[in-house]
């Protein structure tokens, strides 16, 4: 028999083991009942980490442009620092290449370059309060994406248990549904495990 007439008995014999149960009028086993309650759960479940998942990718998102205009904030004060610095020391040279100067000029001077370098301390203080919020933003975004991440692995596995569950329906075997109910169990660990974990973070459940 070649492979070509071999294929539709195989498709054949696999639709009569589908569907024997229906057939012969058996009654369903008692675990089957089960079935629905499971998938129900399972697809609330799937439900939540899809909405979830959605809201942690956009905090995220948040969190980066919260980032990158700290950063440009730390830049323009460290610009405007370096800015001041270069005045000052324009100013200092001045001074120290004109001995002739009057008192007055001088003083003037003096004060102009005093005047800059006063301005420093804040200005480098304001520079690094930026970068540490950068720092912050991007921690924060690098653990929500982890959390997302981990939420997705607990969604595939919830969607595997629900598949599971419905091919256990149809062909009627225990070994499937228990299967589902282990996977299932699995997901929910995942889920629970990295929603603790953002909890602990400080980030919250929601």
């Given at each position: ?7 539709p ?16 009028g058996e ?20 439900g939540?980490?899809?909405?979830r ?13 919260q980032?990158i ?22 100013i ?7 001995p ?5 000029s001088?003083?003037?001077?003096e004060?102009q ?28 975004g690098k653990?929500?994406?982890a959390?997302?991440?981990?939420l ?9 248990a629900?598949a599971?569950?419905?091919v ?5 075997v ?11 169990v ?13 909890y602990l ?6």
């Amino acid at each position: 028999m070649t492979d070509e007439t071999a294929k539709p008995s195989r498709i054949k014999a696999l639709t009569e083991k589908l569907t024997k149960h229906e057939k012969s009028g058996e009654a369903a086993p008692h675990w089957v009942g089960y079935v629905a309650l499971l998938t129900g759960i399972l697809a609330g479940l799937a439900g939540f980490l899809t909405v979830r998942a959605t809201v942690l990718t956009n905090n995220a998102i948040y969190e980066s442009n919260q980032a990158i205009l700290a950063q440009a904030q730390s830049s323009d004060a460290w610009n405007e620092y370096q800015a001041d610095s270069i005045k000052a020391r324009i100013i200092e040279t001045q001074i120290a290449g004109n001995p002739a100067l009057d008192a007055q000029s001088r003083a003037t001077l003096e004060r102009q370059a005093q005047d800059f370098r006063n301005r420093q301390p804040k200005i480098q203080t304001d520079a690094q309060n930026f970068a540490k919020e950068r720092d912050d933003h991007l921690g924060v975004g690098k653990g929500l994406l982890a959390t997302r991440d981990l939420l997705s692995y607990a969604d595939l596995a919830t969607q595997l248990a629900i598949a599971l569950a419905s091919v256990a329906a149809m062909v009627r075997v225990r070994r499937a549904f228990d299967a589902a109910i282990f996977v299932g169990v699995i997901g929910v660990g995942i889920a629970l495990y990295a929603l603790g974990r953002q909890y602990l973070a400080g980030g919250g459940f929601l």
